[in-house]
């Protein structure tokens, strides 16, 4: 009773916030290789009054971090150029529509470089949800190396090596090796497989009879 009043009461119905019904995600064909197609985001301020630029190789998964100052296409395009110039100029850059990726500076960036920037879909995070997913974990090292007083640059670098040297669960290969061909080096110890051989004159031999 209760309930078909509320549902015929139009006063109610105009002040109720009904669920939002998405359209069901479409997923992105994997880019044909490494390198080619790169999501870009940032994030911040941090208690230091940093920001993150964060450059995400949508077919590896391998992130490239770099810390800034201020979130200004001035500020931006250096540090992308410095990465472009580490791993290579990709074919698509990927980005949300925020001030510094809208700016004329960055239009003229893509056009000097020759990649083609995609802007996703205003108020749909999703549609670049690899870098987003990435950068809430990232969040969540920096709050915590400041909770516990640590160096938290130290500790984004430490991430760092661990997230690219681990297996994705998409791809099974970690970034690095997917994007370099070899694993990372890290300060983990290996079991050596050595086999050691007996001296000869140390070896037991049958006794004569």
Not at 63 to 70: C, Q, T
Not at 79 to 103: C, E, M, W
Not at 196 to 209: F, L, W
């Amino acid at each position: 009773m209760v309930e078909k009043m509320v549902k015929c009461c139009i006063p109610c119905q105009a002040v109720t916030d009904m669920p939002k019904r998405r359209e069901p995600l479409k997923m992105t064909n994997l880019p044909a290789a490494p390198w080619t197609n790169v999501s870009v985001d940032l994030t911040g301020p941090f208690p230091s009054g940093d920001y993150m630029l964060v450059v995400m190789d949508d077919y590896t998964r391998y992130p490239e971090v770099e810390i800034i100052k201020s979130t200004s296409a001035r500020a931006v395009i250096p540090k992308l150029d410095a990465i472009f110039a580490r791993q290579g100029i990709p074919k698509v850059v990927k980005s949300d529509n925020g001030s510094p990726f809208n700016s004329k500076e960055f239009a003229d960036f893509a056009v000097y470089l020759g990649f083609h920037h995609r802007r996703i879909t205003p108020l749909w995070p999703e549609a670049n949800g690899e870098v987003e997913r990435f950068m809430r974990i990232l969040k969540k090292c920096i709050q915590t190396a400041t909770a516990e007083s640590k160096n938290w640059k130290q500790e984004l670098w430490k991430f760092l090596r661990h997230y690219r040297a681990t297996p994705h669960s998409t791809t099974t290969v970690s970034p690095f090796e997917s994007l370099t061909g070899r694993k990372m080096a890290l300060q983990i110890p290996e079991v050596q497989n050595e086999h050691i051989v007996q001296p000869e004159d140390q070896r037991s031999t049958p006794k004569k009879r």
